[in-house]
């Protein structure tokens, strides 16, 4: 999608909750992980949110839209 919108992964948040996520949520400018993610994916992005049920998902969309 970064690429479609001329954005690098470095001017991209990522938001993921799963070990397949971990690459790109690395190589984004804002890697964000999910509460119910496990560990390992918490420690490689750079903010953790609320688990999905406990509106995660909707704090996520907030702190990648004032990424800049």
Partial sequence: ?????????????MVGDGE????LIKAAGLGIAMG??????????????ERVENCGLAEALALARIFK
């Fill in 36 to 49: 119910n993610a496990p560990e390992q994916v918490k420690r490689a992005a750079q903010r953790v949110v």
């Fill in 20 to 23: 397949n996520d971990l690459e």
């Fill in 1 to 13: 999608m970064a690429g479609r919108l001329g954005l690098s992964l470095a001017q991209a948040a």
